[in-house]
């Protein structure tokens, strides 16, 4: 029976010739993007954390992410950075100290879930989400998320992921009944480190981009007396918080809006599993597309199959990374 996942689907809305690069195709980068690449790290670590607990898994897991990066070209290390691996670390570290002290129990995770859609199609997820329980016993779903900016209202309510998921579980399992969803943002852009200034101490701009804690870290290395800015990171640890990391707890949808998406999902199932030729969407959101190179040659009649050969690679069924959006 035909499959339909959530990602397949945002992918064929987006541009039925990307989804048949990436789906029927199975075509993948052989050097993921470093927001893909970032995405999928940040990932491995939140789950070494809710599944084992050890800080010397993720230890291992930077550990083994650094001597990758080390071996690369030094062309393809400046395609992620020159401070790759830290920059994910100090993420990482940020997000421990926010939540050093969280009230949830994580129950499970990598769970596989499937549902009939009819028409004979099934949905399938593969949940990498966290089913989590609060202090209450309410059941959530939390999902992780990465993004350079922690986005808004708007932007959640147009990815409903997480609700296609609450549906299939509450359908599956009613004795494993979800309360709501967790929306819970990292910002992949950690926060800045302040520079000295020529005349001495640190910046005081009302628009620095770092937290509390790096700027105190800061003040603390160089040695320098933190009573002159106790105003300053007053107002800094207000204004930081939520800027870096952030937890949104929602309700599970209703019934109306859950039937609405769900239909909606069957009929771009439908169409999708139906198709023989798969057109292109030309957006200017093109260029951002990580089959942008393969796609544009095959457009022009160039050498595709030299782009295919050297930049890509056939990865394994169902092998979805996580990305950072």
Excluded at 57 to 72: S, V
Excluded at 80 to 102: C, K, M, S, V, W
Excluded at 104 to 119: H, R
Excluded at 166 to 190: M, Q
Aim: glycine fraction near 6%; proline fraction near 5%.
């Amino acid at each position: 029976m035909p499959e339909a996942r959530y990602s397949m689907v945002k992918a064929y809305r987006r541009c039925p010739k990307s989804y048949e690069y990436k789906y029927i195709q199975n075509q993948q980068r052989k050097k993921p993007p470093a927001p893909l690449l970032r995405g999928t790290i940040i990932h491995e670590l939140l789950d070494a954390r809710a599944t084992s607990g050890n800080p010397r898994r993720t230890r291992e897991i930077l550990a083994k992410y650094a001597t990758d990066y080390k071996a690369l070209f030094k062309e393809e290390q400046d395609l992620y950075g020159p401070d790759f691996i830290g920059e994910i670390r100090r993420i990482y570290d940020g997000y421990l100290r926010t939540y050093a002290e969280e009230n949830i129990e994580y129950e499970g995770s990598e769970e596989f879930i499937a549902t009939d859609l009819g028409n004979d199609l099934r949905y399938t997820g593969h949940l990498d989400k966290r089913i989590v329980t609060r202090k209450d016993n309410r059941r959530w779903i939390m999902d992780h998320k990465t993004h350079k900016n922690i986005p808004g209202e708007d932007q959640r309510f147009q990815d409903y992921q997480m609700l296609m998921y609450v549906w299939a579980l509450n359908r599956e399992r009613p004795s494993l009944r979800i309360d709501g969803i967790v929306w819970d943002y990292i910002r992949t852009k950690s926060p800045r480190i302040p520079e000295p200034l020529i005349k001495g101490g640190l910046s005081q701009a009302a628009n620095i981009d770092t937290d509390y804690h790096t700027y105190v870290g800061e003040l603390t290395r160089l040695k320098i007396n933190p009573k002159p800015y106790r105003k300053f990171l007053e107002e800094l640890k207000k204004r930081s918080h939520g800027k870096f990391y952030k937890r949104i707890f929602l309700p599970a949808p209703s019934a109306a809006m859950t039937e609405s998406v769900v239909a909606d999902f069957r009929a771009t199932a439908i169409m999708m599993n139906g198709l023989k030729v798969f057109p292109r969407h030309m957006t200017r959101d093109c260029s951002f597309c990580e089959y942008f190179r393969l796609c544009s040659a095959e457009l022009r009649g160039l050498d595709a199959d030299y782009i295919r050969k050297t930049e890509y690679e056939v990865k394994e069924v169902g092998d979805d990374n996580s990305e950072e959006e």
